[in-house]
């Protein structure tokens, strides 16, 4: 019985327990959606033809400046789809 459950009153065996195995989340692969440039130089930043490497702020992988281009253009690409299947009006 935890401090919570002795102060509100509650009777015993209220403890999270953790997920079963088969209810445990799969590993979703990072979609690298949200890259941050870096540039080498102070005097380059801001001019995207001196990006030296870009880093995903959700896994923290570091990218050179094609991949990160090329990331950051399909994430692009997965908005504008789901925005256009949103604006679609439901069928029903």
């Known amino acids: 019985m935890g401090f919570l459950d002795k102060l509100f009153g509650r009777k015993g065996g209220s403890e999270t327990l953790p997920p079963k195995e088969d209810e445990a989340l799969p ?15 102070p005097q380059a930043m801001g001019k995207s033809d001196a990006i030296s490497y870009y ?14 281009q090329r990331f950051m253009t399909e994430a692009a690409e997965r908005v504008r789809i789901a925005e256009e299947e949103r604006a679609q009006p439901s069928e029903g």
């Open 27 to 41: 590993d979703v692969p990072c979609p690298h959606g949200s890259l941050v440039a870096h540039w080498d130089e």
């Open 55 to 68: 880093v995903c702020e959700s896994c923290g992988e570091r990218f050179s400046r094609e991949q990160g």
